[in-house]
């Protein structure tokens, strides 16, 4: 597996990753820029992106890149409809260009996607959406807006945003380190962490940090 960052797209400073395995290759979020993201993917074959929640800055190149490839995408159920609407997606609270778009496939948590000769595991982490997500494929995790390094996602409404520390971040630690293990993480902003160093340093994770112990 090899990871390629492209970051800071666009004034929102978010980040999208190529994951690739010999020339085939999987996009984690799709941000603007659109023609930069297909200049980076290269000759890579791209078989699908998978969005790792609904807000415009993850999604507002997925027309483009889908129609450019011919590839698959992928959103967790409870984030389809921003997909589909533009106040949820916040396209409308940012004053962006909307049109609904249609054809996903939907992940739920637990789900393990085959793509390009590797495994992707979906972790339902809500809080920054209802239905965000954290993506692990062997020592990584794609965390999008719900763990970065240094802080955490911001809350847009969220119903579930109380969760986001408590239940969310806390499976991360839960059920990908309680062997001992360590992950890097990949953030939808923002430079990349791991998972023991966060743990340690995050100032929004303090609680966490006296009531799990890693070994």
């Given at each position: 597996?090899?990871?390629?960052?492209?970051?800071?797209?666009?004034?929102?400073?978010?980040?999208?990753?190529?994951?690739?395995?010999?020339?085939?290759?999987?996009?984690?979020?799709?941000?603007?820029?659109a023609p930069r993201i297909l200049k980076e993917l290269g000759e890579l074959k791209l078989e699908a992106v998978l969005l790792t929640h609904g807000h415009v800055d993850h999604i507002s190149?997925?027309?483009?890149?889908?129609?450019?490839?011919?590839?698959?995408?992928?959103?967790?159920?409870?984030?389809?409809?921003?997909?589909?609407?533009?106040?949820?997606?916040?396209?409308?609270?940012?004053?962006?260009?909307?049109?609904?778009?249609?054809?996903?496939?939907?992940?739920?948590?637990?789900?393990?996607?085959?793509?390009?000769?590797?495994?992707?595991?979906?972790?339902?982490?809500?809080?920054?959406?209802?239905?965000?997500?954290?993506?692990?494929?062997?020592?990584?995790?794609?965390?999008?807006?719900?763990?970065?390094?240094?802080?955490?996602?911001?809350?847009?409404?969220?119903?579930?945003?109380?969760?986001?520390?408590?239940?969310?971040?806390?499976?991360?630690?839960?059920?990908?380190?309680?062997?001992?293990?360590?992950?890097?993480?990949?953030?939808?902003?923002?430079?990349?962490?791991?998972?023991?160093?966060?743990?340690?340093?995050?100032?929004?994770?303090?609680?966490?940090?006296?009531?799990?112990?890693?070994?």
């Amino acid at each position: 597996m090899q990871i390629k960052t492209i970051p800071e797209i666009s004034d929102f400073k978010s980040n999208a990753y190529i994951v690739s395995n010999g020339d085939k290759a999987v996009l984690i979020d799709a941000p603007f820029e659109a023609p930069r993201i297909l200049k980076e993917l290269g000759e890579l074959k791209l078989e699908a992106v998978l969005l790792t929640h609904g807000h415009v800055d993850h999604i507002s190149a997925l027309r483009e890149i889908v129609a450019a490839t011919g590839c698959d995408f992928y959103i967790s159920d409870d984030d389809d409809i921003m997909l589909k609407d533009p106040v949820p997606s916040l396209s409308k609270y940012f004053g962006m260009p909307f049109s609904p778009f249609e054809g996903e496939k939907n992940f739920t948590d637990g789900d393990v996607l085959h793509l390009a000769g590797m495994d992707f595991r979906i972790i339902s982490t809500p809080g920054h959406t209802d239905g965000s997500v954290c993506i692990q494929c062997e020592d990584v995790v794609f965390t999008g807006d719900t763990l970065f390094k240094g802080s955490i996602g911001r809350n847009f409404g969220s119903r579930t945003y109380r969760k986001i520390v408590d239940y969310s971040i806390r499976r991360l630690y839960e059920e990908l380190c309680s062997n001992g293990r360590n992950y890097k993480i990949c953030p939808g902003h923002g430079e990349t962490s791991d998972l023991r160093a966060e743990l340690e340093t995050n100032p929004f994770l303090a609680n966490l940090k006296d009531t799990i112990k890693l070994n």
